[in-house]
């Protein structure tokens, strides 16, 4: 069952037609498995091989080019016509002689559509330049534009149903993040809080279960809080040392990110300093910010107030966030940073990452924000604080931990 009505995936089309059109690209090619969701509810592990959504700007339906195996999933999957479903064969798969381009070339030369303006993603994970390289061989009569984040532009702006299934995301991130925070403790190992983690994110709630994450959860611990792309390892929690959690619940391939900050015992007097910092920063954020502000002034609100207590960030404060797989749940569009000119309005969704990040320590306490109608909301409800917990936990009558 599609997780859209079929006539929202057709405006989505429409909106992108339009896009094509207003930039010279009679062919669009998507491979980013995002815009190929959003485009047709194609949802598989399948993007580690190549493969193409291909948007004709004069047909109607849409073509699913990938790798026979995956064809069947493509018709489960899509709102496309089966016949529109075009499987090359096994052979062409990370081959030294054949290239999935070769097949896709030949296919596009058959439907007409080789001597015409092609569009493709080319700041693109999944779009390498072996491929682009060989699509120019494959198509010489072709003129090929930059496509780069056309379709993801249009994603910015959520539908209704698009926010609820981030709200249902928003449940998932509370649960995970409280079942992680409660087992962080002294002694407890860092895969084993990670696993915590994902058991959780996966499992869900009672009424709808989670989607895996396009990031891993993201736990780093001690001296490590200053570098904040770590993961885990299976050393041990110790007491006075910080921790910091970055997940995201997902549904329906939607995050909301959710990052806090856990203490193991007293704070660090670094921490103690810096937690009300950021606190006061992000509320200050949240109550400034409406639909018509611009990025670049969302960030200048937090700029301001770190400011004033001699702070400076390098890092953006943000960024658009949404629907996605592996390996970032950012949109790659709209940046909350001093300079970014895009204009907020009603249903963008951002993620607020007021994270502080030096030489030995960090914090981070984010938010997964909607813009509404006249400022903006909070997709989860956690509390907002650092996280202060008992090292070792009293035991219950059966011997256990009480977390």
């Known amino acids: 069952m599609l997780p859209f009505d079929i006539t929202e995936y057709q405006n989505r089309i429409s909106e992108t037609k339009q896009k094509m059109a207003e930039s010279g690209i009679e062919v669009l090619l998507v491979t980013d498995p995002a815009n190929m969701n959003y485009l047709s509810g194609y949802d598989a592990w399948s993007f580690y091989v190549h493969q193409m959504l291909v948007i004709v700007i004069d047909e109607p339906q849409p073509i699913w080019i990938g790798r026979h195996q995956d064809a069947n999933g493509a018709k489960a999957t899509t709102w496309i016509y089966d016949d529109n479903v075009i499987p090359y064969p096994d052979y062409y798969v990370q081959s030294a002689i054949y290239h999935p381009m070769d097949f896709i070339s030949e296919i596009l030369k058959q439907i007409g559509q080789s001597n015409r303006y092609i569009g493709v993603e080319m700041d693109n994970y999944y779009f390498s330049a072996k491929a682009y390289q060989r699509l120019k061989k494959g198509l010489p009569n072709a003129t090929f534009k930059d496509a780069d984040l056309l379709v993801n532009h249009i994603r910015m702006i959520k539908s209704d149903q698009e926010i609820e299934y981030m709200k249902r995301a ?16 002294a002694g407890n190992r860092e895969c084993d809080a990670a696993a915590e983690i994902y058991y959780q994110m996966v499992s869900g709630t009672e009424e709808y279960g989670g989607d895996y994450p396009a990031i891993v959860p993201l736990l780093p611990s001690g001296e490590n809080t200053g570098a904040p792309h770590i993961t885990w390892s299976e050393r041990r929690f110790t007491e006075g040392e910080a921790v910091i959690i970055e997940l995201a619940g997902c549904y329906k391939r939607y995050h909301v990110p959710l990052a806090r900050t856990v203490s193991i015992g007293t704070p660090s007097k670094k921490l103690q300093r810096i937690s009300p910092i950021v606190i006061d920063g992000i509320n200050e954020v949240l109550q400034a910010t409406r639909p018509g502000m611009t990025c670049g002034e969302v960030e200048s609100v937090w700029r301001n107030s770190i400011k004033k207590h001699g702070i400076e960030k390098e890092a953006r404060l943000g960024y658009s966030v949404g629907l996605n797989y592996p390996p970032d749940w950012g949109e790659h569009t709209a ?60 035991l219950n009558q059966h011997g256990g931990k009480i977390s």
């Open 335 to 394: 940046s909350i940073r001093m300079g970014d000119q895009t204009v907020l309005q009603p249903n963008m969704t951002f993620h607020l990452i007021p994270g502080l990040w030096f030489d030995h320590y960090g914090i981070e306490i984010s938010e997964s924000i909607r813009i509404t109608e006249s400022g903006c909301e909070t997709f989860t409800n956690y509390p907002r604080e650092l996280i202060i917990q008992d090292p070792f936990p009293p």
């Open 170 to 185: 928003a449940k998932i991130a509370e649960k995970a993040m409280y079942k992680g925070a409660s087992s962080i403790r």
